[in-house]
């Protein structure tokens, strides 16, 4: 579901204002993705579509313990809160969205963080629900901009 965080961010912003904060709050998580691509020298873009959808095949976990974690939204917010105040409760809800989106993903995730409880989905990065709920996602952005 990867464009499903951003497109939730857009349908967020476009319902309750502040597009710049539910967006951020809505991708802010996959920042470390780059971590992981640089970390590991994967720079092809081939490369970085196989490995994120392959994710055990190259024995590795885009989803890092800091940021796919109750504890990285505690942080993060208080990070934004510090910078826009109140109107950091746009980005926590956003942010919190996509953890509740990503907990369906097959790959390990430590929403508990610090704590080693692992939790693990059920579809696949490009199941056909996943897929499913990208479309619906942009028929209603078509629908939210007419």
């Known amino acids: ?23 951020l709050g809505s991708i802010f998580p996959d920042i470390d993705h780059f971590y992981i691509i640089f970390k590991n020298k994967i720079y092809t873009l081939e490369k970085i579509i196989d490995s994120i959808k392959y994710e055990e095949k190259y024995n590795l976990n885009y989803k890092t313990s800091l940021f796919h974690s109750l504890i990285g939204l505690v942080i993060f917010s208080l990070i934004i809160y510090l910078v826009v105040g109140n109107k950091a409760i746009y980005f926590s809800v956003a942010y ?10 097959t790959d390990t995730k430590y929403f508990l963080y610090p704590l080693k409880i692992k939790f693990k989905g059920f579809l696949s990065i490009w199941s056909k629900p996943g ?15 007419n």
Not at 96 to 105: M, N, P, T
Not at 131 to 145: D, E, P, S, Y
């Open 131 to 145: 897929r499913a709920l990208t479309i619906i996602l942009i028929v209603m952005l078509l629908f939210l901009f």
């Open 1 to 23: 579901m990867i464009f499903a965080h951003l497109l939730i961010g857009i349908i967020l912003g476009k319902l309750y204002g502040n597009y710049f904060l539910f967006i």
């Open 96 to 105: 919190l969205l996509h953890l509740l989106i990503d907990w369906s993903d």
